[in-house]
């Protein structure tokens, strides 16, 4: 915790090394300005804020679309958001301080001008902070006739933990885009969707973007830091005769667009999405199924995420309005112990794939931190924020938000690390082994999964469902294996985590996005497969809706991509 001191940034600077760039007129602005803000404030006003930050995120994108051998989209902007922390009270007890049934502090995500003009910057941040300490000294008030009238809460730690100050700032990632090259791909690339017919819809998009953030506090904190980010997106989609809609995706993620894959790479990826949308639409629909499955790494990745990683995310624990599933299960074994899980914001690439998770300071100016979850299926400790929880008082590093959001623990990379693997051929006879086993004429393989989503508040069932896109019935008796649609996977945590019997040698990367509390932050899920010896699936939902009654357009026959 910080206390009530006061302390220059400049005099924290002088102990402090920087990194080889020099500090921008942005963070120099900001520094100046926090300091003669957060000064005003302490002797001014009551109550007296004992703590101050100011966030700006940077992010400048550009973006080309396109179907059917045609650009249907470009688009780029540039933008800079003004988030400010104010505390207020004390560490013990200050206006972040959660209440139940309260949503919680929330901050402005304040469009500022992204010219680096001193006089509008220094406005809109003296406006900003204005207004964040109004809101703050409000908040205290109601939070501390709160806490006379309720009982009391069972972790009765501080609302903020003490955190050294760090100084570290790098040249902004630059932005590289051929727009030109890409209009001419894109073309390119839509156009191979027309050798199939059986596709409804399909759209391929490369986007490129950069996002640096601009960090300075009261405690002596100035850290200005950035990474860049390229997508290629393949999606592709039909209607079945029973009104089900059929879609298959795929992905490409690296750092800037050198890292993108070449043509062979993209072509053969379109191919493999319109191919598994033409098999969809001639699977038979799934019934619900109790019984052994396997995951690839990318749908493990997924469903260790959904599952898993929510969890032990530090503020869930402290909310009693949580589940909180591991809160006391600190020294126990939650997986079987030939599993561990790894949350590393440090890595950035695993068997030569970017990951989308890696940072080298969170959101609160923490540096990212190696957090080893659970070793050897034993829990070991919590993705922790700013905000302590009893037994562990300091942040590791995973102070996470989307600009406009106050920040909470969030995952990064998480790494499922196994002792107990097998070459994926004796995988898929274990799995045929355990459906005989439990007298079953087949066993479920689910290669592709779009997402998911978990309930983890108390309010609700400890549940998660996860979605699955490309689901093979594996059979008992030998026969080929059985493409199926309409299968989404649902369960509880507790349950699903003692099923797990073996995995894969072979890591496989999930790169996306998560929502929670603080918005969309960049993540990545890596694991092996893994072999469960049982998983529940319903029918997914469907809507009534027939395909098209009129037949395609003949023109199309005009365009058909390149089959090469």
Known sequence: MIGRFLFSVTLWLSALSLAAAQPSILLDTMSQELNRNFTALKQKAEPAPYFLS??????????????????????????????????????????????????????????????????????????????????????????????????????????????????????????????????????????RFANYPS?????VTVICQTDTRYFVSSEGSR????????????????????????????????????????????????????????????????????????????????????????????????????????TKSVGTKVLPDFLSVVFDPTRRKVGGIDLNGWYVYDDEGVKGQVVRAVDKGVLKEFLMSRAPIKGFPHSNGHGRRQPGLEV???????????????????????????????????????????????????GGMQAFKVLPIVVYRVFTDGRPDQLVRGVDIVGTPLASFSKIVATGAKLDVFNGYCGAESGSVPVSAVSPAILVSEIETEKKSKSSDRPPLLPEPSNLEGFKGDAR
């Open 408 to 458: 909470v623990s969030r995952q990064s990379n998480l790494i499922v690390d196994s002792a107990n693997t097998v070459p994926e051929a004796k995988l898929r006879q274990m799995l045929i082994d355990e459906a005989k086993k439990q007298n079953k004429p087949y066993g479920l393989y689910f290669r592709e999964i779009t997402g998911g989503f978990t309930t983890t508040q108390r």
């Open 223 to 326: 850290i200005e830091h950035g990474r860049g980010f390229a997508r290629i997106i393949v999606s592709a989609s039909a209607k079945a005769a029973d009104g089900t809609d059929i879609s298959s995706f795929d992905t490409f993620e690296a750092v800037d667009e050198s890292g993108l894959p070449d043509d062979k790479v993209v072509i053969a990826a379109i191919d493999r999405v319109a191919n598994d949308v033409a098999n969809l639409l001639k699977a038979p629909e799934a019934e619900p199924f109790v019984g052994p499955a396997i995951f690839s790494g990318r749908a493990a990745g997924v469903f260790f995420h959904e599952i898993f990683g929510h969890r032990v995310e530090g503020h869930r624990q402290r909310d009693e309005s949580e589940g909180q599933t591991f």
């Open 54 to 191: 100011y966030e700006i995120t940077e992010q400048q994108f550009k973006e080309v679309g396109g179907t059917l051998g045609t650009v249907d989209g470009t688009g780029g902007g540039k933008s800079r958001r003004l988030d400010v922390s104010i505390r207020v009270g004390d560490r013990k007890l200050d206006n972040y301080h959660r209440v139940r049934g309260d949503q919680g502090q929330v901050t402005s995500g304040a469009a500022i001008t992204y010219e680096d003009s001193v006089p509008s910057i220094r406005n809109r941040i003296w406006l900003e902070t204005d207004r964040a300490y109004r809101a703050a000294a409000e908040r205290l008030i109601r939070i501390r006739t709160n806490t006379q009238v309720k009982v009391a809460q069972e972790d009765d730690s501080d609302d903020f933990s003490v955190e050294p100050a760090a100084a570290y700032v790098e040249a902004p990632p630059a932005l590289h885009f051929d727009e030109g090259g890409w209009r001419e791909k894109i073309r390119r690339y839509s156009a």
């Open 199 to 203: 596709v409804l819809t399909s759209h």
